[in-house]
């Protein structure tokens, strides 16, 4: 067992500290968004009380303090990420709209018609769609990297789909609904051989796995702030400064603008020309103290205790003979999806509320995936850091009183 | 003597009165969910289906001795008997009556939570596909005085 002193660190988290139905709150739906530390919370609280005011622009104190919050933030996140500049690191509202910004923008200077973008069938709507409105516009050619039944890439045929047709390969670093790890930095590997830039979508990754650019050499990476500890309507898009330089800004408006006739405008510096309007500036310190809050916790740590809950929740459901598990990936995150028997996943789901354990069930926004594994969807249980074998225990209990009522 | 609309709806709520706890209230639905009328086989199909649920809800309505009787199905087994127990209290009734009438009984029985439209269980989008088919038989039931 790890030194993962995780009964300690679930006091960080006021939410869990509580029962649903009369039962301790199991929260199982991590991979839809993570619960808040204190000192999250106490920052956000702390923000509005003592320093919010309007960044960059305005020529007051407050102002000044403020922004010096924000950039510091845009900071911490380069550090996390192990970027080479903050000029890399543009703030979004998540990772749909990052993945939005850099599709729209890509796409308007670098897709003709016949050219090819290669997505796996494993992606999240949120990395499929952007991509289909880019096809439509341009007249592109989406490509899909194939799976294996444990739910793994299907590295070769990924191989054989690079030509000197494609533009870009946009993939998940870690599957939303299998739990797996993808093959990365050999995906960045193969695609820059054929000189093609890689986009990772990091949503699942980011709580879980550490998203060094550098190391992976990848020249997009997009996440949320809500899936890694921080608050809602913060997100990041990371470019390599000479990806970025070649971009046009997405969305025009304030802060993005360096002059602007009626006739004429020209954009900002990097990375302020992707960041136009009032940007959520107090949820951008709130990530930034959640990516310190995980930091302090110690990433090798957490990886390491994951990897424990990985192998005892992987063992415990398929002790249950009616459990069929959808994602057996040899390297995975704790997110398990399975269905019981015959069982409907929302009758599952549904019985699971009322005894107090959060699981979220349905096709998970990968409804290619759900197509390729012949099912309508699955029962999902996400698990943090904070999560406990115990749980697991828990749901493995609630599981078998689904099946006694459905049988 | 037939039954009206809110006769049926207190006799729902006397039946789950007796059932406290959850378990027992699922486990009810369970079993009404197997006496639900079912929609003919040839029937379950796209025209049939009603959006806006997890599981997958099917629901006809035929008009007869100016009454509507519904039938319908789902794969998850609780949707069914909540579609079932809607299907009890609505189906043989004038379309006037289905659309006058209030749902008291859900929030008695305890299952409001289940019809909150942020539960993509589909309970709302049934309820809201019986009164279409109510309105859309009324429309066609009587003469236009419209000119």
């Known amino acids: ?407 | 003597m037939i039954k009206t609309i809110d006769e049926i709806q207190n006799e729902v709520i006397e039946e789950f009165a007796l059932l406290t706890e959850w378990m027992d209230k699922y486990n009810y639905l369970i079993e009404l969910g197997r006496s639900i009328p079912l929609i003919d086989s040839k029937l379950k199909n796209e025209d049939h289906l009603i959006r806006g649920c997890q599981s997958r809800v099917w629901l006809e309505a035929r008009f007869e001795d100016d009454k509507i009787f519904f039938t319908g199905d789902s794969d998850a087994i609780i949707t069914k008997g909540i579609a079932a127990l809607l299907i009890r209290v609505m189906s043989g009734h004038t379309p006037e009556e289905i659309l006058n009438t209030e749902l008291f009984f859900i929030s008695e029985i305890g299952l409001k939570e289940n019809l909150s439209p942020t539960r993509s269980n589909g309970m709302t989008a049934m309820l809201r596909q019986m009164k279409y088919y109510a309105l859309a038989y009324q429309a066609k039931n009587k003469p236009n005085h419209a000119d």
């Open chain 1, 1 to 407: 067992m790890s030194d993962f002193q995780v009964t300690q660190i679930r006091k960080d988290f006021p939410v869990l500290q509580q029962e649903v139905n009369g039962k301790p709150l199991v929260y199982f739906d991590n991979g839809a968004t993570a619960q808040k530390p204190e000192v999250v919370i106490r920052c956000m609280d702390e923000l509005y009380r003592t320093q919010y005011a309007p960044i960059h622009r305005s020529v007051n104190w407050l102002s000044d303090q403020m922004t010096t919050r924000y950039e510091n933030a845009r900071e911490t996140v380069r550090k996390h990420l192990d970027a080479y500049s903050t000029n890399e690191i543009i703030f979004t509202n998540g990772t749909t709209s990052s993945i939005n910004l850099l599709a729209a923008s890509f796409g308007r200077v670098f897709i003709r018609p016949g050219d090819e973008i290669i997505l796996s069938v494993m992606e999240h709507h949120s990395n499929i769609v952007p991509w289909q409105m880019v096809r439509d516009q341009y007249g592109a050619v989406l490509k899909i990297i194939p799976i294996s039944d444990e739910g793994e890439l299907d590295m070769e045929a990924y191989e054989g789909l690079l030509n000197e047709k494609t533009r870009i390969v946009a993939v998940s670093h870690v599957s939303n609904t299998l739990g797996t790890v993808n093959p990365v930095k050999e995906i960045v590997r193969l695609a820059h051989e054929a000189d093609v830039p890689v986009l990772l979508d990091g949503a699942q990754a980011i709580p879980h796995q550490r998203a060094d650019v550098t190391d992976l050499d990848c020249d997009f990476y997009a996440f949320s702030g809500h899936k890694v500890y921080g608050p809602t309507g913060i997100g990041v898009l990371y470019g390599k400064e000479k990806w970025l330089e070649k971009l046009p800004p997405w969305q025009g408006g304030g802060e993005m603008i360096n002059r602007v006739t009626f006739e004429k405008t020209t954009f900002n510096e990097l990375p302020f020309k992707f960041e136009a309007g009032t940007m959520p500036f107090t949820e951008a310190v709130g990530l930034a103290t959640a990516l310190d809050y995980v930091n302090g916790l110690g990433l090798n740590r957490i990886i390491a205790y994951e990897e424990e809950l990985v192998d005892y929740g992987m063992r415990a459901l398929s002790a249950l003979e009616q459990v069929k598990i959808f994602g057996r990936a040899t390297q995975k995150v704790p997110v398990f999806s399975f269905l019981v028997g015959d069982i409907h996943q929302y009758d599952t789901g549904m019985v699971l509320d009322k005894l107090g354990i959060a699981v979220r069930t349905g096709s998970h926004c990968t409804m290619p995936l759900m197509d390729r594994l012949g099912i309508t969807g699955t029962v999902r249980a996400s698990l943090s850091f904070y999560n406990t074998t115990d749980e697991i225990d828990v749901l493995v209990t609630g599981l078998k009183q689904v099946i006694q009522m459905f049988s």
